[in-house]
């Protein structure tokens, strides 16, 4: 339960813009909306989706800044009225589609803040998806660093011992004494390195960005869908609350995602499967045998082609840019910035300078 895991962070005053109301689109609007960016779609070669707490709503899940959000309601001394349990949800039309237009090519990556696991549990691959808050249905050993599928939520949060040890997997052993922490970030926590690589050379790398369901206000996942913007890039954004990147995107949608994902998919001739849970790999017994780690290889795959893409791109757009590697580390050296400029009681003011400069 989302209020649950809200609970299990450390005290953090910074939250963001909470309770904003939600605007709507009128259904031409909507009709005519989702027409162009399916048209966007058809025509890009490298869609990246980002995804926050918005698309999880209609499976139960509360999101955190919205009129009813965890931590709007936490600021009226209020809970949720409606609070489904991680193992009982179940993934909703957007976590579904989201699957069948990747395996229909039509998206490359998804990038996403949740922590509920839905996308995992929709079938999704690990190759085609960062979580960069960590996974509730995830375990990482501390010794060797693999990830393992669990069958239940972990029983805490902020990366702290769960009382399993490595268990390995059909093709490797575990490694002895390894111990497994949840892979939930607190406040404080980097965000994972591979994870953020991924995001970062992805997000950099498309042609086009879709936001689904959230406001962007977490940095610096808030501000991954701008990379693409410095070289030409196209931006948009599904949400119903304002985002603070609204004045940059080429297209907004104010409706529930569930329905912009449904009419879209049907535009692009693409069936959304039903939830099936011989796709989740949380309902696969043993579930000790099953690994959620992203390959090492995978990183350096991808950044060969990074590195030569921004290359070329910097020299289309004409701009003088250092090394994509260095632009990489320099992004993730403000980040880490970030963290520690955002802790006392002056943290919003170091979050809002640094903050501005991961844009630069």
Do not use: F, G
């Given at each position: 339960m989302s209020c649950n895991y809200a609970e299990g962070l450390s005290d953090y005053k910074h939250k963001g813009v909470l309770g904003v109301p939600e605007v709507f689109d009128d259904e031409e609007a909507i009709n005519e909306k989702c027409d162009q960016l399916a048209k966007w779609i058809q025509g890009?070669?490298?869609?990246?989706?980002h995804t926050g707490a918005g698309i999880s709503t209609s499976a139960g899940i509360p999101d955190f800044r919205g009129p009813n959000g965890v931590w709007t309601l936490e600021k009226r001394g209020e809970k949720p009225t409606v609070n489904v349990a991680f193992?009982?949800?179940i993934p909703t039309a957007t976590h579904m589609g989201l699957k069948a237009l990747v395996e229909a090519g039509h998206i490359k990556y998804v990038v996403s803040q949740n922590i509920d696991g839905l996308h995992m549990r929709s079938g999704l691959q690990r190759k085609n998806l960062a979580e960069l808050h960590g996974n509730m249905f995830i375990?990482?050993?501390?010794?060797?660093r693999r990830q393992y599928v669990r069958a239940t939520p972990a029983p805490t949060v902020g990366?702290?011992?769960t009382g399993d040890v490595c268990r390995g997997t059909k093709n490797s052993r575990a490694c002895r004494g390894g111990n497994?922490?949840?892979?939930?970030?607190?406040?404080?926590?980097?965000?994972?390195?591979?994870?953020?690589?991924?995001?970062f050379m992805h997000s950099t790398l498309a042609d086009l960005n879709i936001c689904l369901g959230t406001t962007l206000q977490i940095v610096p996942s808030g501000n991954l869908p701008l990379r693409n913007k410095r070289y030409g890039g196209r931006l948009v954004i599904c949400n119903l609350q304002p985002t603070k990147h609204d004045k940059k995107a080429d297209l907004i949608?104010?409706?529930?995602?569930?329905?912009?994902?449904q009419n879209v998919a049907k535009k692009l001739g693409v069936e959304i499967p039903a939830y099936t849970p011989d796709l989740d790999p949380t309902k696969e017994k043993p579930t000790t045998s099953l690994e959620w780690t992203i390959p090492t290889d995978e990183v350096k795959a991808l950044d060969k082609?990074?590195?030569k893409t921004v290359k070329e791109l910097a020299k289309t757009k004409k701009k003088t840019a250092s090394s994509a590697r260095d632009e990489k580390e320099e992004f993730k050296f403000k980040a880490k910035k970030l963290k520690k400029d955002t802790s006392g009681e002056g943290g919003r003011e170091g979050e809002i300078k640094v903050e501005n400069e991961l844009n630069d």
């Open positions: 890009s070669k490298h869609v990246v989706v193992d009982e949800a375990e990482q050993c501390l010794k060797c990366k702290k011992l497994l922490i949840d892979n939930i970030l607190d406040w404080e926590h980097d965000l994972p390195e591979s994870d953020l690589d991924l995001s949608i104010s409706t529930y995602v569930d329905t912009i994902l082609i990074y590195a």
